[in-house]
């Protein structure tokens, strides 16, 4: 299967070089560009590309505005790629619902992967945002969480997915722990998804993490 990427970024030069990046990769397929946020909602919709690669700082609408239209209407997977790894900048996608979140000084042998894992449903972090969220979780005062919506609708099976996904592990990592296919992980982690109400697998994670579920299973 080949993947279908829209590249949003308002730097005409960095765009050329993700195009040439990914375009010459096996197994993707550059359906588009776009220079600001309103450009990319409005080019998914037309294309329906798989992963959309936005940047976060542009003119106009911004890539985590976009981002969250983007997830809203379902219309593809989000890949946030920028310069800046400010704090408001990563929580502000995770909450738009971004599939993952890199910086661009990442490697292209790196990104390539990353935009195939995110087309195949996986959630993907920059090593650094990864320690910067376990450190927050690490350095929070505990504290009673509310139950979050939806938790108790759970099947004990998605609640161990769940746990899974807080301890950061891939489809076929949760598959080898559980025992399980993972056609059935994918099936479970849609459902986990739906019952809380939550737009990505990174999302879920946060939401584990926060509630104590991480290495439950």
Known sequence: ??????????????????????????????????????AAVRQARALRPDVTLMDVRMPGTDGITATRELVAEGLSQVLVLTTFDLEEYVYGALRAGAAGFLIKS???????????????????????????????????????????HGLADLTDREREVLGCLGDGLSNAQIATRLLIGETTVKTHVSRVLAKLDLRSRVQAAILAQENGLAGES
């Not at 790196?110 to 972090?125: D, F, M, N, P, S």
């Open 1 to 38: 299967m080949t993947v279908r990427v829209l590249i949003a970024d308002d730097h005409s030069a960095i765009r050329f070089g993700l195009t040439t990046i990914l375009g010459n990769a096996e197994g993707i397929e550059v359906v588009g560009e776009a220079a600001d946020g309103a």
């Open 106 to 148: 990442v490697e292209a042998s790196r990104l390539i992967e990353a935009v195939k894992l995110v087309a195949a449903g996986e959630g993907v972090l920059a090593p650094q945002i990864t320690r910067r969220l376990i450190t927050a979780f690490a350095a929070a005062t505990p504290e009673p969480a509310p139950v979050p």
